[in-house]
């Protein structure tokens, strides 16, 4: 396992955007990896998840068309594009990648959408 670590979070206005990022690059930039969210009082639910080189991406339903992943194609860096957020997006955002049949995790990053 490796220990992950999220940022880009934030607080933002309904409409705003953020870009969300899961480190260590060293590690991160070379494996697919998922992200998952945890709004308050509910359970962690999956948002969205890309392949290593980035050709392979899926999202879910309430994440399509408002989140969308980039990869800089010269260091293979992979970013969560959240945009046009709504007060449901409000929740910690963690990043997973599952290697081997192992999970690892970060601490998550803090997304606030309120006025």
């Known amino acids: 396992q490796v220990q992950l670590a999220e940022s880009g979070g934030g607080w933002v206005q309904p409409g705003g955007s953020l870009r969300l990022s899961c480190g260590p690059s060293?590690?991160?930039?070379?494996?697919?990896i998922s992200w998952y969210r945890q709004p308050p009082g509910r359970a962690r639910e999956w948002v969205a998840s890309?392949?290593?080189?980035?050709?392979?991406?899926s999202y879910a339903s309430f994440a399509q068309g408002r989140f969308s992943f980039s990869r800089d194609e010269a260091t293979g860096a992979k970013y969560l594009h959240l945009r046009n957020l709504e007060t449901s997006a409000t929740a910690m955002y963690y990043c997973?990648?599952?290697?081997?049949?192992?999970?690892?995790w970060g601490p998550g990053t803090q997304v606030t959408v309120s006025l």
């Open positions: 890309i392949g290593s080189t980035g050709g392979v991406i």
């Open positions: 060293e590690f991160t930039n070379g494996v697919g």
């Open positions: 997973n990648v599952r290697r081997y049949g192992e999970d690892s």
